[in-house]
């Protein structure tokens, strides 16, 4: 984080990235001192309303980030910067998004947590959108004009008021990442799923929470001491385990209630990681869950997609597997989704940053933030979001073939996967199989 002494003075002159986050009421004219050089622009955590007129002079500019601010429309001088390709203005008070504020490279755009009540019909003019984030504002239907923009791959439309999802949206070509919970669509499956989740909860006094290990869009996961007290002796069972504590009342996918009714509605399935209570009584107020700890061994899959990546997971340099622990991988991941389909949900974020990996094969997928429950009054609907989530299943197919080390006797399999990949992306939805059938076809690829 840069200071703003440092900004007036001249000494970031030539920088190509800023932030800065001190309280600014008045946009700094510093800023376009830098608009030979600046690519990204970070003014998040301020107190800003307004960006000046000339703006646009920042000719560079590809990234600009202005969350926890105080706008109340997406400046429409945004639309006249010819390189910027990401905007987020998540949790500030925008009731309007004009047609002039949307540039013609948009690839991502985050207005989680505000009052947008209409996206604009002009939003068809960004073709090379990809990630489109408008969870908790007051949308009650999407614009028509949104299926022009057929390189979507990532929507957010969950805490919305919205009553139905439109069947072109489920007939976009690369759709492969949707939440929609917290809608009226959802809502009465979500309350009963609350209602009759068989599962107890557990008072926050019982626990001491451990080292932090790790944090998502949704909320932050610590390793706690869970103890509990045992009637038959009048003493404490003490066990360790992991609890995640929600980070708000809206995250980037969703409401904290949405992904605890979705994470109770998962039931049990060996792949997929459980969950044993939600918390009460939080001195804070906070929502939170109560999971297994994972055993050490298990670590992340991938990382969450970069700025430049947008829509695509990132892995560690120089990762590669063999044929037979890609196999395990495919296999478990491909019953897990089987599974949540069987019960009712779509994942929503199937990637790889939300799965575990032992390094053997064996895989957890976690993290519902972005699940939301299949209607259940529209059978054709709820085929269409399963073919649609199968999407998701071939990027992440293609990413672990691109890492994997292939023995001669071995092509033939990694053949089949090539072909199975095809099939899971195909440009109309209606033509994927199902996830009960990858499982099929994934048991007669096997060269063991």
């Known amino acids: 984080m840069q200071t703003l002494e440092q900004l007036e003075s001249g000494q970031l002159i030539g920088c190509r990235e800023l932030r800065l986050s001190c309280g600014l009421t008045a946009f700094p004219r510093a800023i376009l001192d830098l608009a030979d050089t600046l690519e990204l622009l970070d003014l998040s955590g301020n107190q800003l309303s307004e960006l000046p007129d000339d703006f646009a002079r920042l000719r560079q500019l590809r990234v600009l980030f202005a969350s926890d601010n105080q706008f109340t429309e997406l400046p429409a001088v945004l639309g006249q910067c010819p390189q910027l390709s990401m905007i987020g203005f998540k949790a500030n008070r925008i009731e309007h998004v004009s047609a002039s504020a949307l540039p013609p490279g948009l690839r991502w755009l985050i207005l989680t947590d505000n009052q947008v009540a209409f996206v604009p019909s002009a939003i068809e003019r960004c073709t ?119 980070k708000g009342q809206v995250t980037s996918d969703g409401l904290p209630a949405s992904e605890m009714a979705a994470a109770l ?10 969950v044993l209570a939600p ?104 085929l269409a979001l399963q073919q ?8 992440l197919l293609e990413e672990l073939m691109q890492r994997s080390h292939v023995q001669p006797h071995e092509q033939a399999e990694f053949e089949a996967w090539v072909q199975i990949q095809t099939q899971c992306m195909r440009e109309d939805p209606q033509s994927r199989p199902v996830f009960a059938d990858i499982e099929g076809m994934l048991s007669q690829t096997s060269t063991a």
């Open 388 to 395: 649609l989530e199968v999407r998701a299943f071939g990027c």
């Open 279 to 382: 918390i009460s009584d939080h001195p804070h107020l906070a929502q939170g869950l109560v999971m297994p700890l994972v055993d050490p061994e298990f670590v992340n899959l991938a990382g969450p997609p970069s700025l430049a990546t947008c829509t695509r997971d990132v892995y560690a340099p120089n990762t590669r597997f063999d044929v037979a622990t890609v196999r395990r991988m495919l296999r478990g991941i491909a019953s897990a989704a089987a599974h949540l389909h069987t019960r009712g949900l779509m994942h929503g974020d199937l990637y790889a940053h939300n799965i575990l990996h032992d390094g053997q094969g064996q895989v957890l997928l976690g993290d519902f933030g972005a699940a939301s429950f299949l209607p259940t009054d529209n059978p054709a609907q709820a």
């Open 128 to 246: 090379k959108l990809q990630k489109l984030m408008l969870a908790g504002n007051r949308l009650q239907s999407l614009p028509a004009e949104l299926a022009q923009c057929q390189q979507l791959e990532l929507l957010r439309v969950s805490a919305n008021p919205l009553d139905a999802l439109p069947d072109w949206l489920l007939q976009l070509p690369r759709l492969s990442w949707l939440a929609f919970s917290g809608t009226p669509l959802v809502a009465a499956q979500e309350s009963l799923a609350l209602e009759s989740a068989a599962i107890a909860h557990m008072p926050w006094s019982q626990f001491e929470l451990g080292p932090l290990l790790g944090q998502g869009a949704s909320g932050v996961i610590y390793s706690a001491q869970h103890r509990a007290p045992n009637p038959a002796d009048a003493a404490s069972v003490t066990s360790t385990v992991a609890v995640k504590i929600f």
């Open 265 to 274: 509605r998962v039931g049990v399935h060996p792949h997929v990681i459980p």
